[in-house]
C-alpha cells in the first residue's frame, strides 16, 4: 500500500512512513509486502494504516490529500498451473470545491475551482 503525495512516494504498511523509491519507468521499488491468507488478515492490514496524509475541512474531517494505491496479487494452484492474478486500487485524493469547503486551512493547489 503506497501513497502518492507530491511528488514523493510513501509506504504506508512499513512500522514508520518510509518514502520509498520510483525508477526512471515509474515502478516503484522495496515497498512492504505481505502474504494474506484470509479476508481477516485483510482487515487487519487495512486497520493499521493511520498514517495517511490527511485535512480537516468543512465537508469532510479526515479528507485525504494524497492518493493511496494498493495491490493485491492473487496466487493459486489450479489442474497442476500457478495462476496469477492481480488487482489494483486507488483511492484518489480529496478534492472538495473550494464554495463548499469554506476553510481557510484548505490549500487551493488541493482543491477544484467553483
Do not use: W
Not at 48 to 67: C, I, L, P, Q, W
Amino acid at each position: 500500500m503506497i501513497e502518492l503525495h507530491y511528488d514523493s512516494c510513501y509506504d504506508l504498511l512499513s512500522a514508520e512512513k518510509r518514502l520509498i523509491y520510483v525508477d526512471n519507468e515509474g515502478i516503484v521499488r522495496g515497498q512492504t509486502q505481505h502474504e494474506l491468507k484470509c479476508e481477516q488478515d485483510i482487515m487487519n492490514m487495512a486497520s493499521k494504516v493511520e498514517n495517511r496524509s490527511v485535512r480537516a475541512t468543512n465537508m469532510n474531517d479526515r479528507s485525504s490529500r494524497a492518493h493511496c494505491i494498493t495491490t493485491f496479487k492473487l496466487t493459486r494452484l489450479q489442474d497442476c498451473k500457478i495462476l496469477v492474478n492481480k488487482f489494483t486500487f486507488v483511492d484518489l485524493a480529496g478534492s472538495e470545491r473550494v464554495n463548499e469547503a469554506l476553510n481557510p486551512l484548505v490549500n487551493n493547489k488541493n482543491t477544484i475551482g467553483a
